[in-house]
């Protein structure tokens, strides 16, 4: 018989663990469920007959409303089931946050403590040009700084990007802000800025921007006034290496830690598998003391009230409301509904609407009190459990984590993806064919999850977060799959 899970106990849907084809039964709270259709793995069985207009449950909560009558046995998806989302709502303030108890604690890692107290995971000599003009100068510097200073750091890395210029006003202020955070990153044990002389962000501008605590270990170079800016940047890399070699790892708890939690391509097994898992991380980790920053505004829309409902106070909860309404209406304003989502590698993974993909993507937060919200481009400033603003493209948003502070990224995934991103970013599976598949992509398999339970996983997982925070590669590592990527909202000269 094919195997099911139903998630809660008001659901009206229940997901398939395997395929099923029609005329084959699954049994689901004692009750046998006969498919009506092939239905794939991921997507989702009717466990009642459902009117058209009815909303539909799927992790407690309606996921839409059915277009068309349901009986029990059908394929629930797009054909029959669509969103109920539209434009901005009023939210009321109803604080009730249960925070769990992780079953995993007193863990430590190797890590890099820098004088401010923040402590990096790697300590590596980052290379950030002002513009695009730069950017592949950019690259060819670290490519040979890599080489000089192999064993001295642990790497040289350059973050090309093509914006810097021809941006105006907020759009322009964006870019430089999220340099100058990225600029102030502990995983940077030094920063090389090079720019080109003419663009609109301008060095002095930039560092301007920056802490003043951080200016020592950051080093310029303009192409322009320089006669060789290959040279000089190489020279630039050597004295940074020398200086960031004298700091050692050393044993930290993980009260250090600052988590980023993203999804990428998620399925239907992200909701049930991996988000939940790394939720159980964030709690780990807030728990101990650190922090966890969760982003992706679009993809909190229509879970929204569960994060707000674990403000820590009134003030949190108005800044969560004003970012997520800023967020709908910007989509508005450009004619999108808010409810452009999910993607079509979704679908195909059996997510129907953005209720249902937003439901499961929520719980990598865990069950933590959100203790703060931050802006696009700004830096976390509490322990704790922080909202951060930042759209759902999975490039953009952790880019926004790594500037944001996250010294760790935890990528959960059901279609795979390559990419990887300035610090860590681990490769969670919310399936083990995935895993099984790309295991040059994967880090972790989230599909453990239903063989032997949450706690088993979830001591795995807090292990191998340990070994990475502590030195080991990443898949992405291994690739050399570094990437960044801003939020363009602005006009272009």
């Avoid at 650190?290 to 679009?298: K, L, M, R, Y």
Wanted: net charge negative; proline share 5%; with cysteine.
């Amino acid at each position: 018989m094919t195997t099911a899970l139903k998630i809660h106990s008001n659901d009206h849907v229940a997901t398939l663990l395997e395929p099923i084809a029609a005329g084959e039964s699954v049994e689901i709270d004692g009750a046998r469920i006969v498919a009506r259709a092939d239905i794939p793995k991921g997507h989702k069985i009717a466990l009642v007959d459902i009117a058209p207009g009815t909303e539909v449950n799927k992790f407690g909560f309606p996921i839409g409303r059915a277009i068309a009558p349901i009986a029990s046995g059908d394929h629930v998806h797009s054909h029959n089931l669509a969103t109920g989302l539209s434009g901005t709502l009023d939210y009321r303030y109803d604080p009730h946050a249960e925070p769990r108890a992780p079953t995993t604690g007193g863990k430590t890692f190797l890590g890099y403590v820098r004088a401010d107290g923040r402590v990096g995971t790697r300590n590596e000599i980052w290379i950030l040009p002002t513009v695009g003009c730069v950017g592949r100068t950019a690259e060819r510097i670290a490519a040979e700084a890599g080489r000089r200073h192999a064993g001295q750091v642990d790497g040289v890395h350059a973050f090309a990007h093509p914006y810097g210029c021809s941006q105006l006003g907020d759009d322009l202020g964006a870019t430089r802000r999220m340099l100058a955070a990225l600029a102030a990153h502990p995983n940077a044990g030094g920063v090389l800025l090079i720019g080109l002389g003419c663009e609109s962000n301008q060095l002095a501008q930039l560092l301007e921007a920056m802490p003043e605590g951080y200016r020592d270990r950051i080093r310029t170079v303009v192409a322009q006034k320089s006669e060789d800016e290959f040279a000089d940047g190489l020279a630039a890399v050597a004295e940074l290496a020398a200086e960031a070699a004298r700091t050692k790892r050393e044993p930290v708890g993980l009260d250090r830690l600052v988590l980023g939690v993203k999804c990428g391509g998620s399925d239907g097994f992200s909701g049930l598998t991996a988000n939940p898992l790394v939720g159980r991380m964030s709690d780990v980790v807030t728990a101990a003391g650190g922090s966890a920053i969760v982003t992706e505004i679009p993809e909190i829309f229509g879970a929204e009230q569960m994060l707000m409902d674990r403000a820590e106070n009134a003030a949190v909860f108005e800044n969560i409301v004003g970012v997520v309404n800023d967020f709908k209406n910007y989509f508005l304003s450009h004619g999108e509904p808010v409810s452009e989502n999910p993607s079509p590698g979704n679908i195909a993974g059996g997510i129907t609407t953005l209720e249902e993909k937003s439901l499961g993507a929520v719980q990598k937060a865990g069950h933590a009190v959100l203790t703060d919200v931050k802006r696009y481009g700004e830096r976390i400033e509490r322990t704790g459990l922080t909202l951060l603003e930042a759209p759902g493209n999975d490039a953009v948003s952790s880019t926004a984590l790594a500037a944001a502070g996250a010294t760790v990224i935890l990528f959960t995934t059901g279609r795979g993806t390559p990419l990887g991103f300035p610090v860590p970013t681990v490769k969670i599976a919310s399936n083990s064919d995935l895993a099984m598949r790309k295991p040059n992509w994967i880090d972790f398999d989230a599909g453990q999850v239903l063989r032997e339970g949450f706690d088993a996983a979830e001591e795995a997982l807090i292990d191998r977060i340990v070994a990475i925070a502590s030195g080991a590669e990443t898949a992405a590592e291994r690739n050399g799959e570094r990437e960044i990527a801003f939020w363009k909202r602005g006009v272009t000269l």
